[in-house]
């Protein structure tokens, strides 16, 4: 330390020199950067001195030849700013000058964009004899990204580093060293390299758009050329190599896979059009985003400019944002990616199976048909399973004959696979009789047809006067009653689960009246199986049923009838041979419990039941929700069909599988990646990823959706890929497709489950009806009561002050709950509020202490129902638009309106 002493006192003496300096250098400075009368040009002293320079600053390395500046110097001369100044002001002449001094081909400068030459340029290109060439030498990956911003505030950034692109290069033979053959028919020679593409593509991202570019293969054989992505070359590809490619191709522009699977989506609002428009708000906001941080950065340089320390200069203004395509290339994207996966999409719809089948028709998806097969179509019939899986959707003139093909190619189906036919199919009509479906199928003389119990009680309605009578939801729970009846285990462990949840949720004691009151249908149905009373019985029920309800019997307090006597002992009538129909099958197990749940901390069972064809109802409301807008051709028709079933059936197969221990798997609905991974995984950990998924099998070449309606009329093409071609991807309409909301369809609730109090014993009056005595002396009553003044307690002494006495503790509610008195004491205590303007000292001591004596029960929030109910029944129940009992309507209104007050005084 003693050696270094001298030392350090020396620098300590010029670093004291130096601050002393200082001042006159800075003065010096400013001088040298005050404009001039004699010369505009000087160059300042911060400046790094050229080979001419006699005299170097003292903070500045002398330099014993001049350099060049570098492309983004620190500090600018006013030399400097003044030819960046002429640059800014033309940018097109500097940029087409730069342009020519790159090395890349003419035809990449044309199609890539300006801001992407010069880093592109640098990381591909070399300068051979005849010009650029591109070195196979630099390629290595698949993504390039470009140069990013420097973040010193001492650093003037281009615009290129904040809007440039990034760069995707598709190069299969090179980088894969994979053997490619010709695709042209009857030519297999062997491709060899021919350079690179002279076109870059750009590629539509999720934010942004990257450009593309590939690599030219000649075959000596033939003397063709073919460029990397065509279909040709990809179909060569191992589906590891495949998966790389990351676009869709049109004529003109490319679409990513990431903006094609927002596409893929069928939910309610999910059309082309809104996609554009969340695609167009991603870019917005990406390209803003980029034009903040470089006005920034050039704000930072412009206020050291207005400091004096170097000229003001005039920046380069930013590109362009490249414009996003319409909703209708959206539209053809998405077509052109269900074509490509049109085979495999087939194959898995017709490689389900199912022991119990269901098959229903539906007319509202019919009516979105446009094109040629407009008013062609009256029904839309589906088979699905005991999942919830659908084995074929088609297009039918009718029913009836009209299904035979169909039902064919389903026999046909679980021929070839080897697959036991299905023991039930659950039908909505034609169940038996002449014109019943089993003479279709003669394959399987075994199966049992059973008609769908839901739509065995939808035409009782028909019978009635009004579906708004205040019985007729009581009448359809009763009719329930009579045909299920509950596994009496499975209700004795729901009600002891549910007994325990009201004792958690402080109800003391609660009964068993009170118990099964609060049990849902939801609960019921979820954990307790139900099974049919038999023919007899059933028989013996509704008719006692119609009985009790007929006549005068069923009147409401209008005198209004539920029942129109002769149509509902016809509807009986006919009704009576279906009642086997509907019967449970002998030795078919149509419950499967697919979990447990704790209610109260009682496990419980959780069931999925294959009863009848409420499934195929869900399905009914979600298919029309695949469909787009109100109006699709019939290409869009079929592409929307065909994907929508393919991810419905995907979704029933991975919730019928799942399980409370299962892991869960990452989300996709690509079965090619998952075979892939799958025999990826055997060889490396000896177990597949999926454990689940099953390829499926070969495409049965059975006519789905649009191409079974087309074979019965003869109308139309079903040549959908020359079809989308032929779309025009110029045509920029602004024509903007109809949404129909965004919410989403919750699961259908089976509408044949009941409140589980729905006895069977006659219903009392709901309003007595007071006889002209008894509402004179009523009014009396009420002019004597509204004359009298309210008296509002004020003070209450504390010696009166109520005590909570065993009485009030004993009083039971109507729910059955003790300490009904108090409720009734705070009741009546806010009632006697309800013309003060305000509360007295004395007042809310009282209310506190009313508020108080409450049990922890009453004190608890109460839930209301909500006013809107999304699984609220649509006209399941009510009765079509028919003539009803005389002067029903007229009642209505009556009772509806206020003049009902007026028309009883005068009576």
Sequence with gaps: MCNFSPAL?????????????????????????????????????????????????????????????????????????????????????????????????????????????????ETFFRMGKRGPEFDFTKVSKLWYQPPQPSLSASILN?????????????????????????????????????GVHQKTRMVLDVDSFYNMAGEYLSCPKCSKKVISWSEGILRQLDNTSRNQFPCILTSKYACDLRVVRLLRQRTLGNSSSAVSKVIEEQ??????????????????????????????????????????????????????????????????????????????STKKITNKLAGHGRKTAMWATNVGNEYGQILMSVLTEGEGASLRPMIEGIMSRYEKAAVDPPQVLYV??????????????????????????????????????????????????????????????????LTTAKREEMILQGVVNPSEKDVRRNLSSTELALHCKRVTRGTEETQTLISGLIQSLDGPKGCDTLGVPLFESERIAEVWRVQQQHVSCIQDPEGVHLYTQTGTLKKGGVSLPVYRCARGSTSLESFHLHMNRFIPG?????????????????????????????????????????????????????EILGEPFFGDFRPPGMYTGELIGIEYL?????????????AVLSISEEDNRDVEEEDEGFEEIEDVIDPTIPALECHPEPVPPILPIPSMADYEKMLEDTCRESAEPVLVPLHQDPKDKPQNTAADDDVVGPDNIPGYGHVLRLATFLV????????????????????????????????????????????RFKSPRKKVAPGVESIESCTRSESRTRTMAKL
Aim: glycine share 4%.
């Design 428 to 493: 909505d009509r034609d169940c038996c009789g002449p014109a019943t479906v089993h003479k279709y199928f003669e394959n399987w003389p075994n199966i049992s047809i059973r008609l769908d119990i839901w739509h065995f009680m939808r035409r009782f309605p028909s019978g009635c006067t009004t579906d708004k009578h205040p019985l007729y939801s009581i009448f359809m729970g009763k009719l329930s009653q009579c045909v299920f009846k509950w596994d009496e285990d499975d209700l004795q462990l």
């Design 283 to 360: 870019h917005g906001e990406k390209y803003v985003t980029s034009l903040e941080s470089y006005f920034s950065n050039c704000k930072s340089f412009q206020s050291s400019a207005h400091r004096g320390f170097f000229g003001i200069p005039h920046f380069q203004r930013p590109p362009p944002q490249p414009p996003v395509p319409r909703h209708r290339w959206f539209m053809k994207v998405y077509q052109l990616d269900v074509i490509n996966r049109l085979d495999y999409i087939k194959a898995s719809i017709t490689s389900q199976f199912g022991a119990i089948l269901k098959m229903d």
């Design 9 to 121: 006192s020396n620098l300590q003496h010029c670093c004291s020199c130096l601050s002393e300096a200082l001042p006159n250098l800075q003065h010096c400075c400013s001088c040298l950067m005050r404009p001039s009368a004699t010369s505009s040009t000087a160059a300042p002293a911060l400046v790094r001195p050229s080979a001419t320079a006699t005299a170097a600053p003292a903070l500045v390395r002398p330099s014993a030849t001049a350099t060049a500046a570098p492309a983004e110097p620190r500090l600018l001369s006013a030399t400097t700013s003044a030819s960046i100044e002429h640059d800014l002001e033309a940018p097109s002449t500097a940029s087409r000058d730069t342009s020519d001094t790159l090395t890349v081909l003419a035809g990449w400068k044309k199609t890539l964009p300006d801001v992407d030459h010069k880093w592109i340029s």
């Design 630 to 682: 109100t109006l699709a051709n019939d290409i869009n028709f079929q592409v929307f069909l065909l994907d929508g079933l393919f991810r419905w059936n995907l979704d029933r197969e991975a919730a019928a599988v799942r399980t409370d221990t299962r892991e869960r798997c990452p989300r996709t609905y690509s079965g090619p990646l998952k075979n892939s991974v799958n025999k990826l995984s055997l």
């Design 710 to 722: 087309y074979s019965q009329t003869g109308k139309g093409s079903t040549d959908y890929a020359q």
């Design 158 to 194: 281009k615009p290129d580093r904040y809007f440039a692109h990034r760069f995707f290069l598709w190069m299969p033979r090179h980088l894969f060293h994979m053997d490619l053959v010709c695709p042209q028919e009857e030519c297999n020679g062997k491709l060899t390299n021919a």
């Design 832 to 875: 006697s509020l309800r013309d003060a303007k305000g509360l007295l000292p004395a007042q809310l001591k009282q209310l506190k202490d009313l508020w108080r004596a409450l049990s922890d029960y009453d004190k608890m929030r109460t839930v209301f129902s909500p006013r809107h109910q999304k699984g609220h029944l649509q006209g």
